[in-house]
């Protein structure tokens, strides 16, 4: 989020800045820092008083990139200029960041954004992952609909086909036609489902989400399964659709409860579904100052391997018989609500964490 605009000594400007996650110096052509945010004074662990007047430079561990940065700063030799370098912390390991140099509209100063790899990365994760959901979402539109019409055609000609039919066994072969018709025709209309329900918006509160799903899966596992609750009851409640995140939320807990067959079978299966406030977020290319943070934890087996990468493709799914089409959907009902789906999982321990911006 780079800035081009305004003044270091501006309070507002100070102000923005330290409303970033993002770690920002602003720094003379000098190479002094003039003004340092609280985030890059967090992740430093050295106060903001120590970093400004004193040389950037002295804070990564290799100086001279940064040196070259701020000479073709000071020629105009680029707009922008990134690349990757390790800064020094006191007492802790160095951090490796992915460094932005660019001009601001203040003559003699550029602004300075140290952007940790971790973050870096998980931001071009979380981008793959709604570009990926975008283009899912164009491509089982159409397919769906280039399916529905000849289904339709195969369908009334099997019909047509078992009224002129006077033998028992040949009837059975139309039967088998249109019963397969009919099945795919379901398969149609559960891939088209998200797209044709109408969003409707009400004040929803997590907890009675989160309480309503408790009890189906409780009624659905009486025996052998735990869900836990950790909740923070100080989320306040937020415009959304309740019954698509009911949904959501089901789809995530059910696969959970499936996946734990067996520690169900023995009795020590477990299902946490944590709440927690999230401060000063990005995902979906933008920043967020307050978002919930749902996770769905189980001990069970852990996602195949094979699939850790597809996970929320439509029909991918880790078990036989399962559509594949929960996970998807609970992504794209998420979506909806300007938020995102994540997981991370090994064996033992699979965490799926929903993300959506709160007012």
Do not use: W
């Amino acid at each position: 989020m780079t800035a081009h605009s305004g003044t270091h000594t501006s309070p507002t400007y100070a102000q923005a800045f330290d409303l970033l996650a993002t770690l920002v110096a602003v720094v003379r052509i000098d190479g002094v820092v003039v003004f340092a945010n609280a985030a890059l004074e967090d992740v430093m662990g050295v106060s903001r008083r120590t970093i400004e007047g004193s040389p950037l430079a002295s804070y990564f561990t290799e100086t001279s990139s940064f040196v070259n940065a701020l000479q073709g700063a000071q020629t105009n030799a680029f707009a922008t200029m990134r690349y990757d370098a390790l800064i020094r912390r006191p007492l802790q390991e160095p951090l490796p960041v992915h460094v932005i140099v660019a001009p601001t509209d203040v003559m003699g100063e550029v602004l300075v954004e140290l952007l940790p790899l971790e973050q870096q990365t998980r931001q071009d994760r979380e981008e793959r992952l709604i570009d990926q959901a975008q283009a899912n979402k164009e491509l089982i539109r159409n397919l769906a609909h280039e399916i529905k019409n000849p289904l339709g055609g195969i369908r009334g000609a099997a019909q047509l086909l078992q009224m002129e039919i006077e033998s028992k066994d040949l009837i059975e072969y139309t039967q088998v036609i249109i019963h397969e018709a009919d099945r795919l025709q379901l398969l149609v209309d559960r891939l088209l489902a998200p797209h044709r329900r109408p969003h409707v918006v009400g004040d929803v509160n997590i907890h009675e989400v989160c309480e309503r799903v408790r009890s189906l899966i409780l009624a659905e596992f009486p025996k052998g399964l735990r869900v836990v609750r950790d909740y923070d009851t100080s989320i306040p409640e937020f415009r959304g659709d309740r019954e698509q995140l009911i949904q959501t939320v089901l789809n995530i807990v059910h696969n959970a409860a499936q996946a734990l067959a067996d520690r169900v079978l023995e009795g020590d299966a477990e299902i946490v579904l944590r709440s927690r406030i999230s401060r000063q977020v990005t995902f979906g290319k933008q920043r967020y100052r307050l978002a919930l943070e749902l996770h769905v934890i189980d001990n069970g087996p852990g996602i195949p391997q094979d699939i850790k990468d597809r996970l929320f493709f439509p029909l991918v799914s880790g078990r036989d018989g399962g559509s594949g089409l929960g996970l998807n959907l609970a992504q794209t009902f998420v979506q909806q609500h300007h938020g995102l789906i994540e997981c991370d999982s090994v064996p033992g321990r699979t965490d799926f964490k929903i993300l959506i911006p709160l007012p």
